[in-house]
């Protein structure tokens, strides 16, 4: 294993914005009640300003406030690690590096746009937010970031992984978060991101003092986590390496697939690959549409690939990767074929994940492992192949609080499908 840092004055100053670099214009969001394409006032009841101004933005560069560097230097840079183990037990030719996003606060990439959002509505005057969360890494990173800046917090927790998963129930509540299942009115339900979507809505703009928080999905919350994708750039250029010949991800709605791969946008020779699960194949086999972002139609409709905002996708252990709609952005890409997407079921992710644990010593998390999935299958067409390729993933969160997964993957007791 060979590890590639950078000083903490090397930290990206700005955020990088792929919208100028699009092949195809984005098209607007459409207003849940009109459909005319959403005007900022209409977000306003959701999101500080200068969030809303970073949604619409076509700048290419959009400068990181000095308030959010300070907190991000506690554990930025992240280091990229080239898994030399990993390639020698798949013998392949293939060069396979790693972005180590798992030791930020919350153990995962999460964090990088949990600060800045929190940091906006603290600057606007924002006392409390709501969100929802998934496998529970964007409400422990939120929870965290909130503390920084004072902020009340109430997470809503898709029901499944609230069950599946309470340590990260636990590092909410540590950090000053409060916790509920989602839906909140349908307690045998399983809930999804969607449903939880709605119910955090549903709070904030029922309060003059709370704003919404997404973890994913929208352009402004893509465009915070760019620093993995601009760090790994300098980085692999530090280790004397030439650009990777694929960038690959996991994607639920996006956004650690856009903080690594947006930076490699501009690149023509570069693949960029999503991962999905096959239980919920959004950019695989869902439709490109508009479609409300959660289940209830709360809110904007929005240009992307989905599965129908009344998906409910079965209780996978990747719970982040749940949601029945993506990133505008990333659809966009899909759909110009400018980016590529795979699917795979989670007995094969947990298989890699765990060949990644024994040779390269780190236990991923179940979304991460989606990632290792699809390298490793890379790695083995190199091996076939002879190419001498380079493969670059991102590794977006650590599975500590994921051990129950893993319990069930080893001991015969994981459904294939959820």
Same mark, same amino acid.
């Given at each position: ?37 959403? #005007? ?56 396979? /590096?790693?972005?180590?996003?798992? *030791? ?31 496998? $529970? ?18 997470? /809503? @927790? ?10 990260? +129930? ?6 000053? $978060? ?23 809505? +549903?709070?904030?703009?029922? +309060? ?5 928080? %997404? ?7 893509? *465009?915070?986590?760019? @620093? ?24 639920? $709605? ?16 570069? +693949? %960029? ?28 409709? @929005?240009?992307? /690939? ?32 400018? @980016? ?6 989670? $007995?094969? #992710? ?44 991102? /590794? ?23």
């Amino acid at each position: 294993m060979s590890r590639w840092t950078l000083p903490p004055d090397r930290i990206p100053s700005a955020w990088f914005n792929v919208v100028p670099h699009l092949p195809t214009p984005p098209q607007p969001p459409l207003h849940p009640g009109t459909r005319e394409p959403v #005007v900022p006032e209409d977000l306003a009841p959701l999101f500080p300003t200068a969030l809303i101004e970073q949604e619409v933005s076509a700048e290419p560069w959009i400068d990181v406030p000095g308030e959010v560097l300070d907190i991000l230097r506690l554990w930025r840079p992240t280091p990229l690690v080239r898994a030399t183990r990993l390639e020698k037990a798949l013998g392949t030719p293939a060069r396979i /590096y790693f972005k180590d996003e798992s *030791l930020s606060p919350s153990g995962s990439h999460k964090t990088n746009t949990a600060v800045a959002q929190a940091f906006y509505n603290a600057r606007e005057g924002t006392t409390r937010l709501t969100t929802e969360t998934g496998a $529970g890494q964007w409400g422990t990173a939120l929870s965290f970031a909130a503390a920084q800046f004072d902020l009340d917090l109430k997470v /809503y @927790m898709v029901r499944a992984s609230y069950g599946q998963k309470p340590y990260r +129930r636990i590092a909410i509540e540590t950090w000053g $978060g409060e916790v509920v299942p989602s839906p909140v009115d349908e307690p045998d339900h399983p809930g999804s991101l969607g449903s939880a979507i709605s119910d955090a809505v +549903r709070d904030c703009v029922g +309060r003059s003092d709370t704003h919404y928080a %997404l973890g994913s999905v929208l352009n402004h919350v893509l *465009l915070h986590q760019t @620093m993995i994708g601009l760090e790994a750039k300098e980085q692999l250029a530090l280790a004397g390496e030439r650009l990777p010949d694929v960038v690959i991800a996991p994607c639920g $709605g996006g956004s650690n697939l856009g903080g690594i791969a947006f930076p490699f946008v501009p690149d023509s020779g570069v +693949r %960029l690959l999503a991962v999905e699960p096959l239980s919920c194949p959004t950019l695989t086999q869902g439709r490109y549409d508009y479609d409300f972002g959660d289940t209830a139609g709360l809110t904007p409709l @929005m240009p992307m /690939y989905t599965l129908g905002h009344d998906f409910v996708p079965p209780s996978i252990h990747a719970g982040g990767l749940r949601y029945h709609g993506d990133s505008p952005l990333v659809s966009s890409l899909v759909k110009d074929e400018r @980016m590529e997407a795979v699917a795979y079921p989670q $007995g094969k #992710v947990f298989e890699a994940a765990i060949q990644f644990a024994r040779t390269e010593g780190k236990i991923p998390a179940p979304e991460c492992g989606h990632a290792i999935a699809a390298t490793v299958d890379e790695a083995l067409a190199a091996k076939e192949t002879g190419e001498e390729k380079v493969i670059l993933f991102n /590794y977006c969160g650590h599975g500590f609080l994921d051990l129950a997964a893993y319990d069930d993957y080893t001991n015969g007791r994981l459904d294939e499908m959820g």
